[in-house]
T-cell receptor, first 115, second 110 residues
Framework: DTGVSQNPRHKITKRGQNVTFRCDPISEHNRLYWYRQTLGQGPEFLTY????????KSRLLSDRFSAERPKGSFSTLEIQRTEQGDSAMYLCASSLEDRGRETQYFGPGTRLLVL | AQRVTQPEKLLSVFKGAPVELKCNYS??????LFWYVQYSRQRLQLLLR??SRESIKGFTADLNKGETSFHLKKPFAQEEDSAMYYCALRRWGGSEKLVFGKGTKLTVNP
């Protein structure tokens, strides 16, 4: 499968626990994005990487959230001390820089439920 | 502020009828507009972008800068068009974040 993959697909955790999600982008895509989608809403931008550099972070990304992309390949999104409000679908997308004409390809998402 | 508004949460039409999904935007610069679609149990995927000026699966969308709209249209809806549709924008020539609307769920009835 050459598409964007995300693991796990589902995660149930208790409030206060830490969780980590992984995203594997399409091979050779140098840009990687994280979005969050809650019920009835469209995806909301969280952060993005160009290669290993994190270039932008949304105000939605509180200090409990951290994202990494070591070596510019896969990325992880960690949420510390989860809260019930963190329950959402976390989407990853990747793209290949193409002078502003790129297309973002989305993964299937990781659905998080915080009890 | 960047904002995308999709006024219809739900839209239901009969097969063969025309369909129009509305999208209005607010953006201070020059935006690039997109329509993404999510079929049942599938991932979000790009349907079309305004710079391409092409028809995908019979759908077209024209950017109207005067009305700040990017409505999606299809003259004859098919049952397989039933899906969630999201309008999105980003800065023209930019490669950063997409700003999405809340989406419209289209149901095409037989």
């Amino acid at each position: 499968d050459t598409g964007v993959s995300q693991n796990p697909r589902h995660k149930i955790t208790k409030r206060g626990q830490n969780v980590t999600f992984r995203c594997d982008p399409i091979s050779e895509h140098n840009r990687l994005y994280w979005y969050r989608q809650t019920l009835g809403q469209g995806p909301e931008f969280l952060t993005y990487f160009q290669n290993e550099a994190q270039l932008e972070k949304s105000r939605l990304l509180s200090d409990r959230f951290s994202a990494e992309r070591p070596k510019g390949s896969f990325s992880t999104l960690e949420i510390q001390r989860t809260e019930q409000g963190d329950s959402a679908m976390y989407l990853c997308a990747s793209s290949l820089e193409d002078r502003g004409r790129e297309t973002q390809y989305f993964g299937p998402g990781t659905r998080l439920l915080v009890l | 502020a960047q904002r995308v508004t999709q006024p219809e949460k739900l839209l239901s039409v009969f097969k063969g009828a025309p369909v129009e999904l509305k999208c209005n935007y607010s953006y201070s610069g020059s935006p690039e507009l997109f329509w993404y679609v999510q079929y049942s149990r599938q991932r979000l995927q790009l349907l079309l972008r305004h710079i391409s000026r092409e028809s995908i699966k019979g759908f077209t969308a024209d950017l109207n800068k005067g009305e700040t709209s990017f409505h999606l249209k299809k003259p004859f809806a098919q049952e397989e068009d039933s899906a969630m549709y999201y309008c999105a924008l980003r800065r023209w020539g930019g490669s950063e974040k997409l700003v999405f609307g809340k989406g419209t769920k289209l149901t095409v009835n037989p």
